[in-house]
């Protein structure tokens, strides 16, 4: 899961996408209305974080523009403005939920799954194959021999091959799901992250396997299929 997070406060930024990222989310974070149109430009988000009160704008008017243009994407907005009509404005224009400064993190992370859970954009509770499965809403991993811990990077690869399982999925789209919004620099962690994943299956979950397709990507298959 992909999100974005536009918010000018960078100790909020900070904090905050360092506990999404600790909830296995690919987190890019911005701080001006321009830099979030062309965020959402360039690429595929599955929620957007935004903060209201912005150096070069008010944050309904990229709501008001993903609604008009009618872009089902998740808006959780986040804001120090708490009166009653003020949430309403942003309810009605088509804000999905509403979280008031200063919040709590275990909240945030409670409304975001429950956002993703009932989004247009979502997919079934669990991903199995090969006796692997995967529950999307805790991020829990279970085999044959139990439960699988896997770090956040190392459950987002997995995430990604069961999605495509039986099917290649190219390195390239591992590296933009791990990569910062304008940070390329992610080679390295896939395939540190995918070499990781791949003695964890070994170890726990023997009946499949991470092969790699040189030059291309990875594919999670079932072996003596």
């Given at each position: 899961?992909?999100?974005?997070?536009?918010?000018?406060?960078?100790?909020?930024?900070?904090?905050?996408?360092?506990?999404l990222?600790?909830?296995?989310?690919?987190?890019?974070?911005?701080?001006?209305?321009?830099?979030?149109?062309?965020?959402?430009?360039?690429?595929?988000?599955?929620?957007?974080?935004?903060?209201?009160?912005?150096?070069?704008?008010?944050?309904?008017?990229?709501?008001?523009?993903?609604?008009?243009?009618?872009?089902?994407?998740?808006?959780?907005?986040?804001?120090?403005?708490?009166?009653?009509d003020?949430?309403?404005?942003?309810?009605?224009?088509?804000?999905?939920?509403?979280?008031?400064?200063p919040?709590?993190?275990?909240e945030?992370?409670?409304?975001?799954?429950?956002?993703?859970r009932?989004?247009?954009?979502?997919?079934?509770?669990?991903l199995a194959f090969?006796?692997?499965?995967l529950?999307?809403?805790?991020g829990?991993?279970?085999c044959?021999?139990?439960?699988?811990?896997?770090?956040?990077?190392?459950?987002?690869v997995?995430?990604?091959?069961?999605?495509?399982?039986?099917?290649?999925?190219?390195?390239?789209?591992?590296?933009?799901?791990?990569?910062?919004?304008?940070?390329?620099?992610?080679?390295?962690?896939?395939?540190?992250?995918?070499?990781?994943?791949?003695?964890?299956?070994e170890?726990?979950?023997?009946?499949v396997?991470?092969e790699?397709?040189?030059?291309?990507g990875?594919?999670?298959?079932?072996?003596g299929?």
């Open positions: 899961m992909r999100i974005l997070m536009i918010e000018d406060s960078p100790r909020l930024t900070e904090l905050v996408g360092e506990t990222r600790g909830a296995g989310y690919a987190v890019d974070t911005l701080s001006t209305l321009a830099e979030g149109r062309e965020a959402l430009a360039l690429a595929a988000y599955d929620l957007l974080l935004l903060d209201l009160g912005l150096p070069d704008g008010d944050g309904l008017e990229i709501l008001r523009q993903l609604r008009d243009g009618k872009s089902a994407l998740p808006v959780l907005v986040l804001t120090a403005r708490g009166a009653v003020e949430r309403i404005t942003g309810l009605d224009l088509g804000a999905d939920d509403y979280l008031v400064k919040f709590n993190n275990g945030l992370l409670a409304r975001i799954r429950a956002m993703l009932r989004s247009p954009q979502a997919v079934m509770p669990e090969g006796g692997i499965a529950q999307l809403a805790t829990q991993v279970t044959g021999t139990g439960e699988l811990a896997l770090a956040p990077r190392e459950r987002a997995l995430e990604m091959l069961l999605r495509s399982a039986g099917q290649v999925v190219l390195k390239r789209k591992i590296e933009h799901a791990f990569s910062e919004f304008g940070d390329e620099r992610s080679a390295n962690a896939v395939e540190l992250a995918v070499s990781r994943l791949r003695k964890k299956l170890a726990g979950a023997p009946s396997a991470i790699t397709i040189r030059g291309v990875y594919m999670l298959r079932e072996l299929s």
